[in-house]
């Protein structure tokens, strides 16, 4: 059974500040499969990166996504007020079918 | 513009089955290209599926709670439901309906629901 696990839990920055957050997988995860979701409070979680390195439709290119097999990152280049929230990595493929990690919640320092 | 939105009873009794229904607008449930599934979060803590549903019918559980959950689709209506049976309190969270391809992500999620188990 495949696992997600980002690191940090938390991380405080200011804004305009760089913020790197990783996602290592268990075993080996197909690029194509693997996505990053923000979510804010109270909202449903929003669609940021797919395939490792695509951004979705109207995701700012501040938002950048890059690796492979077991080690993934997001890169927020320079922070907005509205980047600070909670981000998952996600994959499909491995058993489970589809797994979260536990999510690196971006808080202003 | 494609639109998910959750329906069902917000309380339910222990040991009873939780239904939610999803209704979608704005695009057909048919298309052959998507999945359409079921992505809990209890208060405070992570997103975890709960399962999928492809236009061929087949389904997809999460294995830990494979044994109690059932979801289906209902073209005519453009919905696909949950059922999780014998719930507990740990089942307390808010639910979401989503549209998700494999190599695209999740793009399109419901609102979310929140379902207590209490008696």
């Known amino acids: 059974e495949i696992v997600l696990t980002q690191s940090p839990g938390t991380l405080s920055l200011s804004p305009g500040e760089r913020a790197t957050l990783s996602c290592r997988a268990s075993?080996?995860?197909?690029?194509?499969?693997l996505a990053w979701y923000q979510q804010k409070p109270g909202q449903a979680p929003r669609l940021l990166i797919y395939?490792?390195?695509s951004r979705a439709t109207g995701i700012p290119d501040r938002f950048s996504g890059s690796g492979s097999g077991t080690d993934f990152t997001l890169t927020i280049s320079r922070l907005e007020p509205e980047d600070f929230a909670v981000y998952y990595c996600?994959?499909?493929?491995?058993?489970?079918?589809?797994?979260f990690g536990g999510g690196t919640k971006v808080e202003i320092k | 513009q494609l639109q998910l939105q959750e329906s069902g009873p917000g309380l339910v009794k222990p040991s009873e089955t939780l239904s939610l229904t999803c209704t979608v607008s704005?695009?057909?449930?048919?298309?052959?290209?998507?999945?359409w599934g079921w992505i809990r979060q209890p208060p405070g803590k992570g997103l975890e599926w709960i399962g999928s549903?492809?236009?061929?019918?087949?389904?997809y559980y999460n294995p830990s709670l494979k044994s109690r959950v059932t979801i289906s689709v209902d073209t005519s209506k453009n919905q696909f439901s949950l059922k999780l049976s014998s719930v507990t309190a740990a089942d307390t969270a808010v639910y979401y309906c989503?549209?998700?391809?494999?190599?695209?992500?999740?793009?399109?999620w419901g609102q979310g629901t929140l379902v207590t188990v209490s008696s």
């Open positions: 989503a549209r998700g391809q494999a190599v695209a992500g999740i793009d399109y």
């Open positions: 704005g695009g057909s449930i048919s298309s052959s290209s998507y999945y």
């Open positions: 549903i492809y236009y061929s019918g087949s389904t």
């Open positions: 075993q080996s995860v197909s690029s194509s499969y």
């Open positions: 395939g490792a390195s």
């Open positions: 996600q994959q499909y493929g491995s058993s489970p079918l589809l797994t």
